[in-house]
C-alpha cells in the first residue's frame, strides 16, 4: 500500500484545511486508513481514523467535534476536513494504512499501522 498526503498549509486560529490522501495499492475490506500527527519535540499522537469498508469511524477526543474524517472509494481518497483549527494543531499530519486490522476494530496506537505517507504540514497561526 502507497500513500501520498497532501492539503497541509498555514491558516489562521479559527480557520479550516482540507488534507487529502491518496492510497495505491492492494487494500483489504477490514483495513483502518487514519490520521496521526507529530508536533516539534513530541510524540506521533493519532487523530482519527475510518474503516475503509463500512465507514466506521473514531476519533481523539481532541479533535471530536472539530474534524472529519472521511473515504472516497472510487477516488481511493482519504480526507480529514479540520475546522475551528487552534494553534495547538499546528503538527505534520501523516496518513497511514492498517490492512491486519480486524472488521470492526479501529486501532489508535501508530504501531498497529503498517503503512504510512509522507507527511503534510499544517501550521495554525494565532
Known amino acids: 500500500v502507497q500513500l501520498q498526503a497532501f492539503g497541509g498549509g498555514l491558516v489562521q486560529a479559527g480557520g479550516s484545511l482540507r488534507l487529502s490522501c491518496i492510497a495505491s495499492?492492494?487494500?483489504?475490506?477490514?483495513?483502518?486508513l487514519g490520521w496521526f500527527r507529530q508536533a516539534p519535540g513530541k510524540e506521533r499522537e493519532f487523530v482519527a481514523a475510518?474503516?475503509?469498508?463500512?465507514?466506521?469511524?473514531g476519533y481523539a477526543d481532541s479533535v471530536k467535534g472539530r474534524f472529519t474524517i472521511s473515504r472516497d472509494i472510487a477516488k481511493n481518497t482519504l480526507y480529514l476536513q479540520m475546522k475551528r483549527l487552534k494553534p495547538e494543531d499546528t503538527a505534520v499530519y501523516y496518513c497511514?494504512?492498517?490492512?491486519?486490522?480486524?472488521?470492526?476494530?479501529?486501532?489508535?496506537?501508530?504501531?498497529?499501522?503498517?503503512?504510512w505517507g509522507q507527511g503534510t504540514e499544517v501550521t495554525v497561526s494565532s
Open positions: 497511514a494504512a492498517d490492512v491486519a486490522s480486524s472488521t470492526w476494530y479501529i486501532g489508535t496506537d501508530k504501531d498497529e499501522y503498517e503503512y
Open positions: 495499492g492492494r487494500t483489504f475490506s477490514s483495513t483502518t
Open positions: 475510518v474503516k475503509w469498508s463500512g465507514g466506521s469511524t
